[in-house]
């Protein structure tokens, strides 16, 4: 801006750098500590001022101060997003402020870019407004269904890469047009035509999103009914087993009679101890106390119990199950309840496979519904003979050496949702035990 | 002493475990004395809430015991009126849920119903276990323990076992560190700091540690560590007082 005075450029360099700063951060707001908000400034400021002497550099000014603040709040992807987002509605903003300011003052434009008191007046009435309008956006977004991690980050780089491309086609644009001197008109009808297909895109890949979202969660019913169909089978096996036993019964009654018809006590005792002891141990060691799970009742929860205990006893870990009470539901998101007691029996399985002596080897699990709370607890041996119990929530750090248990920490993400779940976690004479507590 | 009850549906097994139980008193010699054996849940709560002396009791309870609540609702009402007492399960392998019994009873012990198992040792081991525990339960009866309470189910510490109390990245909720328990409940710290003994300092905001678990100091780096290896950021100024803490006891 060759010849400029110096308040038109004061003005032009504060205006840029309160709607870069006023954007882009308002939608990160909870990402942001007073040390983070200082360094921003600083940088939107510096960039502000080198771009009102070269208007040419606006591209690398935007670039960078999103950047920095995708940099400073380490969620480079999530808050670079929301800073586009931001942007993006900031400038379309502007041309709906001007245009109602314009309507209200009577001022056309061309006399609010020239006048400086005119400016100041427009900025008094845009800037807390954008703000608003973004911290309702931002409340919204809060809102909104958070979809998983994994399936997340394609979305999230497509979303940013859309964003980007749109961002810098309106900055493009706008400066462009701006530059050559294009008439008014031609440059808002021009804006218009980009709002639309902005609008439309956007439309278009809600859509995409939601069916994504949906997909995945048909996807975690699918394999739900898959287990429940291993279930129901098991439990036929069972049931063809019990009957078979139901027939070696009356077998084994029919010999002992003729023990004791014949008053061959001596050779009763050795029978029984030989044949009848180990049908009977055979009979309470069969599988993994499979009708425990019929008390059961939340459907999620017997999903991966199932799922997992089948995993252990095929890893020759002796896998007990406790369901003393009926348990109907239990106040947490089955998506969550999976994916913390995954991580947690995966651990246990995976504790017990580096235990070479299989007898050593165990798995209880145990659900509780007691009071207005239900518990479950998981319990297995440990190699080690001490464990810092502190250092097990660390990443990479579990109770079975470097590079296992990274599931923790996942864990711990997942708990700050909910204020009625608490973790106990006990470590007493080599048995390892995980509590997990919900409120009802 | 010790009031010992017993509640067995099956009679004969009933007169069986009575007779043991009074054959290991009379010829081990511990004090205790058996209060009341039945074959009804009933008439041993009735026994239990009419006794006015506060003796702490033993009670074998068979799980089975074809009545309108079962031995575990039993052992539920019993830790109500004695939550100290000692609480021994006589049961088949069948009915054993070792983790919820755990949890919510925290038993003596158990004594299986099993024809290869020797019934008599069980009961012995269980009533010399009861003794001991009985003993060191008087001689500490003055001591002072810290509980925290997690959704109403209580964990008890003694104050030289805690290392580290800190506050959880969950939000309004504490870590508790000990030797071998690491627990999460809702509290703050600031509350939290005025029920513990005086050989714990707050060092931050958010973290109190108990002095004499403090192993290594790094001055240069502003850091201690504790004995089980967690690391916490000290402020200069508090290492004196923890130094002087330690040297005091």
């Known amino acids: 801006m060759n010849g400029m005075t110096f308040p038109f450029l004061f003005t032009w360099i504060c205006s840029n750098t309160l709607s870069m700063f006023v954007s882009q951060a308002t939608l990160n707001a909870k990402y942001l500590t007073i040390k983070r908000y200082i360094i921003y400034l600083l940088v939107v400021i510096l960039g502000a001022t080198i771009n009102a002497f070269f208007p040419q550099t606006t591209y690398i000014f935007i670039f960078i101060n999103t950047i920095t603040m995708g940099i400073l709040t380490k969620r480079i992807i999530m808050c670079t997003t929301l800073a586009l987002i931001g942007y993006i509605i900031s400038v379309v903003y502007n041309y709906v402020a001007l245009t109602i300011f314009e309507y209200f003052t009577g001022f056309n434009q061309m006399t609010i870019i020239s006048n400086i008191k005119l400016q100041w007046l427009f900025y008094l009435f845009f800037f807390p407004t954008l703000y608003l309008l973004l911290k309702l956006i931002s409340f919204i977004i809060d809102k909104l269904p958070k979809p998983h991690k994994s399936e997340y980050k394609p979305l999230g780089f497509a979303l940013m890469s859309f964003l980007i491309i749109c961002s810098f086609i309106l900055i493009f644009n706008i400066t462009y047009e701006y530059i050559k001197g294009f008439p008014k008109d031609i440059m808002s009808a021009n804006l218009k035509l980009f709002l639309l297909f902005l609008l439309m895109i956007s439309i278009v890949l809600f859509i995409i999103i939601v069916f994504v979202y949906k997909d995945a969660r048909t996807n975690i019913a699918l394999k739900e009914m898959e287990h429940l169909e291993k279930y129901t089978s098991e439990l036929e096996e069972m049931y063809s087993t019990l009957r078979g036993f139901k027939h070696d019964y009356n077998n084994v009654l029919c010999s002992l009679k003729y023990y004791i018809d014949n008053k061959q006590y001596d050779e009763l005792d050795t029978y029984y101890k030989k044949d009848i002891m180990p049908l009977i141990n055979s009979l309470q060691e069969n599988n993994f106390s499979i009708e425990q799970l019929s008390n059961i009742r939340f459907t999620p929860l017997k999903s991966i119990l199932y799922f997992k205990m089948l995993e252990a006893t095929q890893n020759q870990i002796k896998t007990t199950l406790e369901v003393k009470w009926p348990i109907d539901e239990i106040n947490i998101k089955a998506i969550d309840l999976t994916r913390i007691l995954g991580i947690f029996i995966d651990n246990a399985i995976d504790a017990n496979t580096s235990i070479q002596d299989i007898s050593k080897r165990y798995l209880n699990i145990s659900c509780i519904s007691s009071g207005q709370k239900k518990v479950i607890i998981i319990n297995n041996p440990s190699v080690e003979e001490t464990i810092n119990l502190s250092s097990i929530q660390k990443i990479g750090v579990s109770s079975k050496g470097i590079n296992r248990g990274y599931g923790l920490p996942n864990i711990y993400s997942i708990l700050k949702k909910y204020d009625n779940v608490l973790m106990q976690t006990t470590y007493i004479e080599g048995c390892f035990t995980q509590t997990l507590e919900i409120l009802d | ?249």
């Open chain 2, 1 to 249: 002493m010790i009031n010992i009850y017993i509640c067995e549906d099956d009679s004969n097994q009933l007169q069986h475990l009575n007779q043991t139980i009074e054959h290991i008193i009379s010829t081990k010699k511990y004090p205790m004395s058996v209060e009341c054996y039945s074959t009804s849940p009933s008439i041993i709560l009735d026994t239990l809430t009419s006794n006015p002396n506060k003796n702490i009791g033993l009670y074998f309870l068979d799980i089975d015991l074809n009545a309108d609540i079962d031995g575990f609702d039993l052992a539920m009402k019993i830790r109500e009126l004695d939550p100290r007492g000692f609480i021994v399960f006589v049961t088949t392998h069948s009915e054993l849920l070792h983790l919820t019994f755990e949890y919510l009873i925290e038993p003596l012990g158990y004594i299986i119903k099993d024809s290869s198992l020797d019934i008599h040792n069980q009961i012995e081991k269980c009533m010399s276990n009861a003794a001991t525990k009985y003993q060191i339960l008087n001689k500490n009866s003055g001591k002072q323990v810290i509980s925290f309470s997690t959704f109403g189910t209580e964990y008890i510490f003694e104050p030289m076992s805690l290392i580290y109390i800190t506050v959880s990245c969950i939000p309004h909720t504490l870590e508790i560190c000990s030797d071998d328990k690491l627990i999460q409940c809702r509290g703050t710290i600031n509350s939290t700091v005025k029920q513990l003994p005086d050989f714990f300092l707050q060092i931050s905001r958010d973290t109190i540690i108990n002095v004499f678990s403090v192993v290594e100091y790094d001055k240069n780096a502003n850091k201690v560590v504790l004995k089980n290896g967690t690391e916490f950021d000290v402020p200069r100024r508090k290492y004196n007082i923890i130094k002087k803490m330690q040297n005091n006891k």
